[in-house]
């Protein structure tokens, strides 16, 4: 019998590498396209000052913007409304709801992502079986967008990536000097906030980092580690 496809492999989810997350800003969808036409591959809305209309509002029309793009759109946090807003998928993190209960609200033809940040809770989902499609490991180091964590360090990297079956996105600090070292640890995946959302030319930057990755990736393969 022929297995259909998941929702991660119709987006060939494990081919993409660079993953934006964004607040609602006044030049969204020019912002959006740009990062997009610079190497980005997957965008998530990740906005909590947002009330529930004014988000259902933007996560359609950066849907469309994703969409033109070829690209998956995730929202973060609400699956109720990331399914009211015909979003590709949902991320959640720990304190959120449970993928379980993303996955029923969502159904099974969108994506579900999950937050991890340490070992045991990476070990957790794995037991469980969690119905997602990618995880998330981080942040590497302290940021603001999580103020109040600590970082996970470099280690994280390497125990994530060598022990789940899913797409591992690695988050913090994710810039062009710091690629090589992270996909030596094992990553292939990588969220961005800051580097895109601060830069002056988003699409540049964008460009910037994702031949970081492109390259880095490439020469370690080659040399068979």
């Not at 989810?13 to 660079?18: A, C, D, E, P």
């Not at 994506?111 to 045991?120: A, D, E, I, K, N």
């Not at 994710?174 to 990553?187: C, D, I, K, M, Q």
């Not at 601060?198 to 490439?218: F, G, T, V």
């Amino acid at each position: 019998m022929t297995r259909d496809a998941g929702p991660a492999e119709r987006w060939s989810l494990g081919q993409r590498r660079l993953y934006l997350c964004t607040p609602l800003r006044p030049d969204f969808e020019r912002f959006a396209s740009a990062c997009l036409d610079g190497g980005v591959d997957v965008v998530q809305l990740r906005d909590k000052d947002l009330d529930d209309e004014e988000t259902v509002r933007v996560a359609t029309l950066l849907r469309k913007v994703c969409a033109d793009h070829g690209a998956p759109f995730l929202l973060n946090d609400r699956p109720d409304l990331a399914a009211a807003a015909g979003a590709d998928g949902v991320h959640v993190g720990q304190d959120d709801e449970a993928p379980e209960v993303a996955r029923a609200l969502v159904g099974d033809e969108a994506l579900v992502g999950l937050s991890t940040h340490s070992p045991s809770e990476l070990d957790e989902a794995i037991g469980r079986g969690a119905p997602v499609d990618y995880v998330s490991a981080g942040p590497v180091v302290p940021t603001p967008t999580k103020p109040g964590r600590a970082g996970t360090g470099v280690g994280y990297v390497t125990f994530a990536t060598s022990r789940a079956d899913w797409p591992v996105w690695i988050t913090g600090g994710v810039v062009p000097e710091t690629v090589p070292a992270l996909v030596a640890a094992g990553a292939r995946h990588f969220v961005v906030v800051r580097w895109l959302t601060e830069a002056d030319d988003p699409q540049a930057r964008a460009h910037a980092l994702r031949r970081a990755i492109d390259e880095s990736i490439e020469a370690i393969e080659s040399s068979g580690r």
